[in-house]
């Protein structure tokens, strides 16, 4: 009994061990039709014939007709654009417009900067303007240094607040340092031929008729 029991076992193994070995029947996995054919595993012939090999990658395309292509045009027209960009007149000009393209642009940045400076620093100096006809006394500490107004346009007379930059007048301020503590009589006519300090040119008809804010 025993060893029938035993044979009854070793059969049902070799049975299973039979299905597992045989193949079953084919499945897809991933658009692909997996199972036995007769050139082994692999594309069978109910999936239908095998994907095209992917054709090389080429400037020039059989289908655009002879003698034409597209990645070489599209070279071309981006040659012949940056020629005329840079002053060219065809694809020709293409190397020598590559080459011209960074002193241009030296060029033109140049000239920005040389507009921006003569805007805002004229080489021509506007006059000086009448702030008012009479000096003003103000307590000057020694050792520190002070900026005297020279355009006239300064709202903090008799010392400069910007003014002359914002105008574009293309003065500057006076600097000066004070050797001693004490009051002086600073300009505010702008002139004075001892400048910062008044001289009593205020005084003249010159000065007493003409405008507050105008030149003399």
Known sequence: MLRAGHSQTRGNQRGRRRALHTPGPPRRLRGRLLGPTSGGWGWSACAGPRPAPRKPRSVFRAEAGPGRWEAGKREGDRGARRSRRAGGSGPDMGGAGALLRPAALKLNQRRDITSWL????????????????TPIKVELVAGKTYRWCVCGHSKKQPFCDGSHFFKRTGLSPLKFKAQETRMVALCTCKATQKPPYCDGTHRSEQVQKAEVGSPL
């Not at 620093?121 to 008012?132: E, I, R, W």
């Open 118 to 133: 003569a805007q805002w620093f004229p080489q021509t100096p506007a006059k000086s303007v009448v702030a008012l006809k």
